[in-house]
T-cell receptor, first 114, second 113 residues
Framework: DTGVSQNPRHKITKRGQNVTFRCDPI?????LYWYRQTLGQGPEFLTY????????KSRLLSDRFSAERPKGSFSTLEIQRTEQGDSAMYLC????????????FGQGTRLTVV | KNQVEQSPQSLIILEGKNCTLQ??????????LRWYKQDTGRGPVSLTI?????NTKSNGRYTATLDADTKQSSLHITASQLSDSASYIC????????????FGTGTRLTVIP
């Protein structure tokens, strides 16, 4: 168990619906990352936070994607007006900001858009 | 452009045999390189970390090498077990304020009895 918790583990939604995923990082970690992983591919970076500040969001896939970390602890990733191409595993990771630190991953949320 | 490439894409080996996975990267400036193991439907878990000055590091049956001059790394698995079946992902961290991580697409290893 890595200590990073993601909910839900699985989500099936109809095309056009909004979905929100939650990530609870390891408590002392000030960095939190969101990645998307499609079948047979490595994780693709989406965005990251240092404490409550979102330091990189230009690689969010479209304006339908947004992320928040309001109190610098847990984070949410929202996808509005879901499309079938959004079906993927969404991974969250956390780490300390400084040094050669390891990013610890959650088990991911598997999204299926039907 | 910062990239991480892995080979082979997939590999099938018999239980008990050894194998070597390759990772080439162009990430610069380089901070460190980690090999992660990702079981199906799970998040990646770190196996080993290599920094600029390290050439070889072992973790049980896993041995990682790093050639920082040629920007290549390998992961050698000895005496493979069925539980080694997973994707192995090479992740390189750049040495900037953002400390971004760059992921390879992984090698899918299947160990058969």
């Amino acid at each position: 168990d890595t200590g990073v918790s993601q909910n839900p583990r699985h989500k099936i939604t109809k095309r056009g619906q909004n979905v929100t995923f939650r990530c609870d990082p390891i408590s002392e970690h000030n960095r939190l990352y969101w990645y998307r992983q499609t079948l047979g591919q490595g994780p693709e970076f989406l965005t990251y936070f240092q404490n409550e500040a979102q330091l990189e969001k230009s690689r969010l896939l479209s304006d339908r994607f947004s992320a928040e970390r309001p109190k610098g602890s847990f984070s949410t990733l929202e996808i509005q007006r879901t499309e079938q191409g959004d079906s993927a595993m969404y991974l969250c990771a956390s780490s300390l900001a400084e040094g050669d630190t390891e990013a610890f991953f959650g088990q991911g949320t598997r999204l299926t858009v039907v | 452009k910062n990239q991480v490439e892995q080979s082979p894409q997939s590999l099938i080996i018999l239980e008990g045999k050894n194998c070597t996975l390759q990772c080439n990267y162009t990430v610069s400036p380089f901070s460190n390189l980690r090999w992660y193991k990702q079981d199906t439907g799970r998040g990646p878990v770190s196996l080993t970390i290599m920094t600029f000055s390290e050439n070889t590091k072992s973790n049980g049956r896993y041995t990682a090498t790093l050639d920082a001059d040629t920007k290549q790394s390998s992961l050698h698995i000895t005496a493979s077990q069925l539980s080694d079946s997973a994707s192995y992902i090479c992740v390189v961290r750049e040495q900037t304020g953002a400390n971004n991580l760059f992921f390879g697409t992984g090698t899918r290893l299947t160990v058969i009895p």
